[in-house]
């Protein structure tokens, strides 16, 4: 049988066979903390990475980490690999340390267990699975010491001596510190391996009685081995049972949706127990709910604050109907990194949408003036004189459009192309507001002309006249002295 260190070692020289690799630390086990989720077969291994300068041509981070899953590969164990920082996020916040986590809460450990396994089972079936663990929570085995109250009783005895005895063989007893400069060194005694290897040892273990006498432990108590839980979790004061789910290569929201059909579908549940899923996808969800109020607001407002300015629905309308195609660049640059749609892609969506209903105001403003100049000199009868005025009003508005883009291209450039710390989310950030920067000032420049040639100079010459009328009523009105 290998031994969770001997196996621990293991898996660090597998790791350490990459050449990116720097340095490999790995932790068995569990801290003696309640604060501390992990389960007691998990293995936690830091893996320290070269400088990006150092890899090899062509690696990147999604490559390095199917490199590291298909090497490490060992019979039993399953991997997930997950930043340190985020790890620590999620497991403070949802107590899942991977991507996706299932919690199925009950009262009967063998049911957990066996329904958790069931869950992982049908978890890998799904696209974008990686791996699928499930806790076992049955599996452990202890040395169950049931003192027997009568016998101790004879021998003059108590429950605590019996207790204490056992314990300090088995565990050992914390006797004195040694002290050396600012270490201190705790100092505990207990029984040596012999005569606490085996429960048969176990029970001719020595217990000084007040009447000096010495009794065998498996005189005033039974010692066996008992079956038990390995660690029990608890979700709402309900024990429960976690399964980790790695995704990979698929959007977190559309993975937990087809998982918990197909969980519902092939999982039946017995009456009294429940499923709970967790992990990132749960911050997604938050803000996907905020983004639906958000969104409408935002456009709402935009409407509002164009109605204002322009005092008419045409303007305010013309902008947004043409805000989507302005939203296409950021959506192809998107696509073209490989990135999904997330909070922070949504933010720079909001963002490029209010420059872009800004390009546009400016140019129907400008197109509004040079239409207007030639109606009131009297040179705007016909699709030419339109024509001529959009053109002249489009041309004013290249220069200070390419200086505007050009200026924020400069400013978001930089944290596309950043590495480092946070530089997932600032690209997802800045990609949609630097793809939107080439397209919305096209959009801004061709195709709102377009859409005032559509209108036609019957219209405009209709709304100028108009406007017109109440001036000239108010004028013709008397005035009383």
């Known amino acids: 049988m290998v031994r969770p260190a001997e196996l621990l070692q293991i898996t660090n020289r597998m790791i350490k066979t990459v050449p990116e690799v720097k340095t490999v630390f790995g932790k068995a086990g569990r801290a003696e903390t309640a604060t501390d989720p992990a389960p007691i077969e998990m293995f936690e291994t ?8 150092e890899w090899r041509e062509g690696m990147t981070m999604e490559k390095l980490i199917a490199e590291l899953d298909s090497r490490v590969k060992v019979p039993g164990l399953a991997n997930v690999f997950v930043p340190p920082i985020r790890n620590r996020i999620d497991m403070l916040a949802t107590g899942i340390k991977s991507p996706v986590g299932v919690k199925v809460s009950g009262a009967d450990l063998a049911t957990l267990d066996r329904l958790g396994a069931k869950i992982a089972q049908v978890v890998k079936t799904v696209p974008g699975t990686t791996s699928a663990i499930s806790d076992r929570i049955l599996g452990g085995r202890y040395i169950d010491i049931k003192v027997d109250r009568l016998a101790a009783a004879r021998y003059g005895l108590s429950i605590e001596d019996v207790q204490n005895t056992a314990a300090g063989a088995v565990g050992g007893m914390s006797v004195d510190e040694k002290i050396e400069g600012l270490a201190r060194f705790p100092i505990n005694v207990r029984f040596p391996r012999e005569m606490r290897g085996s429960v048969e040892a176990l029970r001719s273990l020595p217990i000084v009685a007040p009447t000096g006498g010495i009794v065998p432990l498996g005189a005033v108590a039974s010692v066996q081995i008992a079956d038990g839980p390995v660690m029990v979790k608890s979700e709402n004061a309900r024990p429960s049972a976690w399964v980790y789910v790695d995704v990979r290569d698929r959007d977190i929201v559309g993975f937990v949706n087809e998982a ?19 992990g990132q996808f749960e911050y997604a969800e938050r803000a996907s709910k905020r983004l639906a109020v958000i969104v409408p607001l935002t456009i709402g407002v935009i409407f509002l604050l164009l109605y204002l300015a322009f005092k008419r629905v045409r303007e305010p309308l013309i902008v947004l109907l043409a805000l989507p195609f302005a939203l296409i660049g950021g959506v192809w640059l998107i696509y073209l990194m490989g990135h999904a749609i997330s909070v922070a892609t949504a933010v720079g969506f909001i963002a490029l949408a209010g420059l872009a209903a800004e390009f546009g105001v400016i140019m129907l403003v400008y197109l509004d003036k040079a239409i207007e100049e030639r109606i009131e000199a009297g040179k705007f009868s016909k699709t030419e004189d339109l024509e001529d005025a959009l053109m002249e009003g489009a041309v004013l508005r290249v220069r200070p459009k ?9 400013g978001l450039f930089p944290l596309l192309i950043g590495e480092g710390t946070g530089s997932e989310i600032m690209q997802r950030l800045a990609a949609p507001m630097v793809g939107g920067m080439i397209t919305a000032p096209l959009l801004s420049l061709f195709v709102l002309p377009a859409i005032y040639k559509l209108l036609g100079v019957k219209q405009f010459m209709r709304e100028a006249v108009d406007q017109k009328q109440p001036d000239v009523a108010s004028a013709a009105k008397p005035q009383m002295t």
């Open 260 to 278: 918990r059909q197909k969980v519902a579908r092939e999982v039946s549940m017995p009456p009294g127990y429940s499923i709970t899923w967790s």
């Open 402 to 410: 390419a200086m505007t883009a050009a200026v924020i291209l400069a």
């Open 46 to 53: 830091v893996i320290q990475l070269k400088p990006q300068s």
